[in-house]
């Protein structure tokens, strides 16, 4: 099987050596927009790798830790930082799931069962209801409970203890019982060889109920300060955690406790002429799109907003933004057809209809199961969102 597999393999490569076309399947041939631009997260200049460069977040200024002690972490690491801070701050928390209490698969809670004991860092049975069902009834007693889903593609089977307990119980029992104190993360999104069950995104799903909410973080410092929120926000949140940054974006991260507020957008590039809208791993997809377009036409600007929160969203700065630049395109790794781009397109549409220079455009995974060997052809990557930029600019 395996002779037959690479045999498959090799003659697919050598067709597509024969097939050899530009850089996407409705290329324009007079264009790379590549060019040799070093693309990902690795070169990215919206990291804040040095401690000058936390120094001088107005953001990090404005929580008064841009000033405090830095320490670099990759995003992997800042998460376990925010768990151990909370273990440390709130007797009541608990950190349990699939494989925790030696780290978990990414090891995102490495040492903590050490620290705080088993009966605070525990894992649990292979059960994803079982671990939501748990987690809905510590958070009722008062406990602040923080669940792990080993991978958000394994997130479904507890879809109804989320979707109708612990979204609905403070609605439905007259703010008498809440199952505030419930905070779920789980890895997500594509990673390059996870296949259809490990690079699943889901967070349409769960922004679809009123009663969750739900965050996406791009970089260490960000996952640190909304996980952080997250916990201690009065509602059920999930976070959706980009698995292929776990590693790639590194920071100086505050060593301080800080909180990052929730459901606000954050414009990481001042723009004219058009707004570029994402969140978690995208963000990079679109800072590379936006990199080409402005090389390739002399006089263009683009605002980048990253959305940080998808439920409850900013919907006012995404709003004023578009209202400046008359264009949007927004873009995530879920599927289009009723992806979360949906929705912001509407809103956006109801509130700039008057302003809209050209129709809004959506660069999203494909509607089809997540592939493996053609992952690239499914992702929204920044050769297309370069071709929706350009598509919107020269409406």
Same mark, same amino acid.
Do not use: W
């Given at each position: ?26 290329? *324009? ?69 699939? *494989?925790?209490? !030696?780290?978990?698969? #990414? ?24 671990? %939501?069902?748990?987690? =809905? ?13 080993? #991978? ?24 008498? #019982? ?88 954050? =414009? ?79 809103? =956006? ?27 690239? !052809? ?9 071709? %929706? =930029? ?6």
């Amino acid at each position: 099987m395996l002779r037959l597999y690479s045999a498959s393999r090799r003659f697919g490569l050598l067709k597509c050596a024969k097939l050899r076309r530009a850089y996407s399947a409705v290329a *324009d041939a007079g264009v790379e927009p590549v060019r040799g631009m070093d693309l990902g997260v690795a070169h990215s200049k919206l990291l804040l790798r040095s401690v000058a460069a936390v120094r001088n977040s107005a953001e990090l200024q404005t929580l008064g830790v841009a000033d405090g002690e830095t320490r670099k972490m990759n995003m992997c690491q800042a998460i376990n930082d925010a768990l151990r801070l909370t273990l440390t701050t709130d007797d009541t928390a608990v950190v349990f799931g699939e *494989d925790v209490a !030696f780290g978990g698969v #990414f090891r995102c809670s490495v040492g903590l069962a050490d620290e705080f004991g088993g009966e605070r860092v525990f894992n649990t049975p292979l059960t994803e209801q079982g671990i %939501a069902g748990f987690g =809905i009834g510590m958070a009722a007693m008062g406990h602040t409970s923080i669940a792990e889903i080993q #991978f958000a593609d394994y997130i479904f089977p507890a879809f109804d203890q989320l979707v109708n307990e612990a979204a609905k119980f403070r609605y439905r029992s007259g703010n008498e #019982f809440n199952a505030g104190g419930l905070t779920v993360r789980t890895p997500s999104a594509a990673v390059g060889h996870g296949g259809h069950y490990h690079s699943q995104s889901p967070e349409a799903f769960f922004a679809h109920v009123p009663g969750l909410k739900v965050v996406v973080p791009r970089s260490a410092i960000q996952a640190k300060g909304l996980l952080m929120s997250a916990i201690r926000d009065p509602n059920p949140t999930i976070v959706f955690e980009p698995k292929i940054l776990y590693r790639s974006a590194v920071e100086q991260v505050p060593v301080d406790d800080y909180m990052l507020p929730l459901s606000q957008a954050e =414009i990481l590039k001042p723009g004219a002429d058009v707004t570029v809208v994402g969140y978690g791993s995208q963000i990079y997809v679109l800072e590379n799109a936006i990199q080409m377009i402005e090389r390739d036409m002399p006089g263009v600007s683009c605002e980048l907003i990253d959305l940080r929160t998808i439920m409850p969203y900013d919907a006012e700065t995404v709003a004023q933004s578009v209202n400046k630049t008359g264009r949007m395109v927004i873009a995530h790794e879920a599927p289009r057809i009723q992806g979360f781009a949906s929705e912001l397109a509407a809103e =956006i549409q109801e509130r700039c209809f008057l302003r809209l220079e050209s129709p809004i455009e959506r660069i999203c995974g494909l509607s089809l199961p997540h592939p493996l060997v053609f992952e690239r !052809f499914y992702m929204p990557c920044a050769v297309r969102v370069y071709e %929706a =930029i350009k598509r919107s600019l020269n409406y």
